[in-house]
């Protein structure tokens, strides 16, 4: 079937303070969607079309897991004949959609990124963009040459309140950026979740921590500091305490056995099966059980035989558990980054921004701007309400303004609509390549551009 023609659309556009563009677009049909990958981002993504089906309609499904596949393919109505085990079988047919959630894991995002937009679908692209700087580029030149949107998810970007920071410093609240100070705190059971049991665990099968987890927080970085280039960049981190001679004396290799367990902060019981008894079934819970829907039983099965049961001093981890990153742009502009697992916060960020006239802080809820003419501070809140269960937490009103805004640029035909297209995508990335690559050289490092 032919992909959806999209027309007689019109935008509403709104002027918000310091100028800032609110685009709404009219839509009389809505845009088909694709959804290759039906984990916990494509999941998520997805649900857009359950709140908003007047402008966006799942009509495709491709996972190679069935319960996963056959659990979004009932939410949303799927036929069976657009219903796939694998990626391959969307690009082999006829074009029948208008774009694709690409949500596959980080390895495999290059070959269907590429085939489908040769194919001639727009593109949002779960981030990392890729796991190597060749095959980033590969897939902003196909974007590009087959004239396709590209949408990485730098969800950051898109959050009210982060997206506010930039407003604020285009309306020199600060003056000049002198220095910005960033930080990602990662959280204690969220980073033996993902990075020490977890799919990103192991660099060889997923890839390096500062990519998977933080290659958007550098992304901020690189989008503050307003288009100035990153001339030489350091970096320094390790793997600290989830090591094998970290194990406490008498601990089992799965927490469900170990007699030691109520002693430990990083335990698989506490982590999952608490939360479950008191009823709570989603991250991290849902992840666990990809075969079935997440209750005491399932969870306690995945706990005894799966890689999230393990002790965290008994698993394949090998990625940073810690790591700064400075950086040194044109005009003398500098940058520091902080990335660590061991905080109380789960998935938040703190930034504090100095420039020649103020300085901007963030505190993971709220701006203060702190002027230095009058030597008062001004408070800055966002409205940051969304419907549905983006509202439930986590990055979910960032993942909600991603898609929405995607959604529009597609409608429209107009990647303006976007925070970042597939070069700024691409110069992000490559920072966060040669970070890594100051790191494991232990070297202070020239960063390069594509024309270098």
């Known amino acids: 079937m032919c992909c959806a023609v999209l027309h007689n659309k019109s935008r509403e556009v709104k002027k918000g303070s310091c100028g800032e563009r609110q685009v709404v677009v009219n839509m009389p049909t809505p845009v088909r969607v694709i959804v290759v990958g039906a984990g916990s981002r494509g ?5 857009y079309a359950s709140i908003h089906p007047e402008r966006m309609q799942v ?15 009932k939410r949303h109505k799927v036929s069976d004949e657009n219903t796939f085990d694998d990626w391959s079988c969307v690009a082999e047919r006829e074009k029948f959609a208008d774009a694709v959630f690409i949500c596959t894991p980080d390895r495999l995002h290059k070959d269907p990124a590429v085939a489908l937009a040769k194919k001639g679908y727009h593109i949002l692209l779960e981030k990392p963009m890729a796991v190597t700087l060749e095959d980033c580029r590969e897939i902003a030149e196909a974007c590009i040459q087959s004239g396709v949107i590209l949408t990485v998810c730098h969800v950051l970007r898109y959050d009210p309140v982060i997206s506010k920071i930039k407003t604020l410093i285009d309306c020199g ?66 793997l600290s305490h989830f090591r094998k001679e970290n194990k406490p004396p008498g601990a089992a290799n799965r927490c469900l056995d170990c007699s030691v367990e109520s ?19 989603r991250w991290p819970v849902s992840v666990i059980c990809s075969n079935s829907v997440p209750d005491i039983e399932s ?29 040194e742009f044109e005009g003398g502009l500098t940058a520091s980054f902080t990335m660590v697992a061991f905080t109380e916060e789960i998935g938040e960020r703190k930034t504090s921004i100095c420039g020649s006239r103020g300085e901007l802080s963030y505190n993971g809820k709220e701006i203060s701007v702190f002027d230095f003419l009058t030597q008062t501070s001004t408070k800055h809140t966002v409205h940051k309400n969304v419907p549905g269960a983006f509202n439930s937490g986590g990055h979910g009103v960032a993942d909600y303004h991603l898609v929405d805004a995607f959604i529009s ?20 990335h490559r920072l966060v390549f040669e970070a890594e690559r100051a790191r494991l050289e232990n070297r202070v490092v020239f960063c390069e551009t594509d024309h270098d």
């Open 299 to 327: 969870v306690t099965e995945a706990l005894k035989s799966g890689p999230y049961g393990r002790c965290v001093y008994e698993c394949d981890n090998d990625v940073c558990s810690n790591q700064v990153v400075n950086m």
């Open 173 to 238: 609240v600060v003056g000049d950026v002198i220095h910005i100070q960033h930080f990602s705190l990662v959280g204690f059971y969220h980073f033996a979740h993902s990075f020490v049991r977890g799919n990103w665990r192991n660099e060889a099968e997923s890839s390096f921590a500062l990519l998977a987890k933080s290659c958007h927080d550098l992304d901020l970085i690189h989008h503050w500091a307003g288009g100035r280039r990153c001339i030489k960049v350091s970096s320094f981190g390790a």
């Open 263 to 281: 002693n430990c902060p990083y335990s698989a019981k506490k982590i999952y099966l608490d939360r479950v008894k008191e009823g709570w079934v």
């Open 59 to 73: 009509v495709g499904i491709a996972d190679p897991r069935s319960f996963a596949r056959s659990k979004l393919q």
């Open 409 to 428: 640029a597609v409608a429209s035909e107009d990647p303006l609509l976007i925070q970042l297209g597939p070069k700024e995508t691409l110069a992000s």
């Open 43 to 47: 999941e998520t993504y997805s649900d």
